[in-house]
């Protein structure tokens, strides 16, 4: 639930149903667009880009940083603390699923042949 959430916060509630149905991968660009990824960089300038938003973010005070996120996402943490077992519960009760299950194995045994090559 909480993932659901982000991404209908993120990038809106219909968008996110059909990401979220339909397993969708988005590319960089892709994320991007949409509002998942606030940048994207090359392997080179990783780094560089890095340490600049870093310097970017530590010129702002702690305080206002915090007012901001608080502001911002405080409802959505509350939610979070107040449902932290109920959420665990759900994640539990689906992903020990014999059908979750034999589809991750399926899954895991993509990944294994994907990095053999």
Known sequence: PWLGQQYMDTIGHRRA???L???TLFTPQEALAVG???EVATDSDVTEI???R????VRIPMEARKGAKDL????????LKE???????????????ESVQKSLGRYIEQLSKNKKK
């Open 17 to 19: 149903e059909l990401a």
């Open 21 to 23: 149905s339909l397993g």
């Open 36 to 38: 998942l990824v606030d």
């Open 50 to 52: 890095a340490k600049q």
């Open 54 to 57: 870093a310097r970017d973010w």
């Open 72 to 79: 911002t996402r405080g409802r959505q943490l509350r939610h």
């Open 83 to 97: 449902n932290r077992q109920a959420d665990t519960d759900q994640f539990c009760s689906f992903v020990t699923q």
